[in-house]
């Protein structure tokens, strides 16, 4: 089949991207190189059934033309990670929103499967756990501009269920808990990498608040396992799943696997919300997915728990290849705006 996967230079594209061609499918990314890094894909130019494309998922010249010639679209093009939300709400909402509007637009004319990305994010502080997708969800306020980022894939996930009822469009909703593994870039302020690498560097290791908080931790290829299994299932059309490891752990006991793991000298440094945040800021104290519907649909079973989670991490983060992939971002960011599509292949 032919593959689009918007956002396919960032974490979790660029592996699907691997598996897919593994497949023996011809995959074509699109990234405008934000948070996305060339260097996640370099390994794959050569293979002659991938292209990609620097491009704006905002940009119907360029999301027109993917979008007709796929058979199947993989959205993952979004705003990520709570610090880039916090600091940047227009730039979440606009790019979240309008980039799906754009992507469900065009393939309503083709006829593409379009798989949406969201996040165990619109769960908010629900106090019903774990949590299932036909739960209700409950977001804080709009002047706590984290609730943006959530409500702004809600409004994709509204949008992909509106196409699949209104003109049989088939869409796919997958709501992500957080998912970790190589290529996860720590900039953005995402929990595991960062103890990792203070763990690694004996620094301290820095837990937000009480550290009571609890997260659940998918490893990337239990993700695109998920992923790629939903794709060839027509009975998920015009369906939400959560796609997660439901094993819980409480950040401070997560900083402790990690400093034990790493046989680290880290102490645990406590540091309050206000000095990381701002005051309006507010954290989700419970994140745990019902894996129950995906299971019964396609069998889904996380395979990696959380200390091979950790040893794997730690292993990535003691490469050395680790964090220069900044560098080749800036390479291709040099070819032009997001605005400029140039691509890496004839399309
Ligand atoms: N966190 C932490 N220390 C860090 C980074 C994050 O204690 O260096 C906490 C954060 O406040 C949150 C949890 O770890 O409670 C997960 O944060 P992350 O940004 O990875 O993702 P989230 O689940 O909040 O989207």
Redesign the pocket.
């Known amino acids: 089949m032919r593959i689009l996967i918007t956002g396919g230079a960032g974490f979790i594209g660029s592996h699907l991207a691997e598996t897919l061609l593994d497949q023996g499918h011809d995959v074509a990314v699109l990234d405008d190189f934000s948070t996305g890094q060339f260097q996640n894909i370099r390994h794959l130019e050569p293979h002659r059934h991938f292209t990609w494309v620097l491009g704006s998922v905002r940009d119907e010249r360029v999301v027109g033309p993917l979008v007709r010639r796929a058979d199947v679209v993989f959205h993952l093009a979004a705003a990520v ?2 610090r880039l939300v916090v600091d940047a709400p227009i730039h979440t909402i606009d790019t979240n929103v309008g980039g799906s509007e754009t992507v469900l637009r065009h393939a309503k004319a083709s006829g593409a499967l379009v798989v949406i990305a969201s996040t165990s ?1 619109v769960y908010g502080k629900g106090i019903q756990l774990p949590f299932r997708e036909d739960a209700d969800l409950v977001l804080g306020p709009p002047h706590k501009c984290r609730w943006g980022y959530a409500a702004s894939k809600l409004i994709d996930e509204f949008l992909a269920l509106a196409y699949w009822k209104e003109h049989r469009l088939p869409t796919i909703v997958v709501r992500f808990f ?1 998912t970790v593994g190589p290529r996860q870039n720590s900039r953005y ?4 990498p ?2 990792v690498r203070q763990a690694l560097a004996n620094e301290p290791i ?4 009480d ?1 009571s ?1 609890t ?1 659940s931790f998918t490893w990337v290829g239990d993700v695109v396992g998920a992923l790629t299994s939903l794709m060839a299932e027509r009975q998920a059309f015009g369906q939400v799943f959560n796609v997660g490891n439901n094993h819980e752990v409480a ?1 401070r006991d997560l900083a402790q696997m990690v400093k034990t793991i790493a046989r680290s000298s880290s102490d645990l440094h406590f540091v309050p919300y206000s000095k990381v945040w701002d005051a309006h800021f507010e ?2 104290p419970r ?1 745990v997915p019902d894996i129950t519907k995906i299971r019964a649909l396609v069998g889904f079973e996380p395979r990696v728990q959380l200390p091979d989670i950790i040893k794997r991490t730690l292993a990535y983060w003691r490469r050395a290849d680790g964090e220069p992939a900044v560098a080749a971002s800036r390479q291709v960011r040099s070819l032009g705006t997001p605005e400029y599509a140039a691509t890496g292949a004839a399309l």
């Open positions: 990670g709570v994010e957080n302020g995402m929990v595991l960062n103890f820095t837990i937000h608040g550290g908080q997260r950040i954290d989700m994140r």
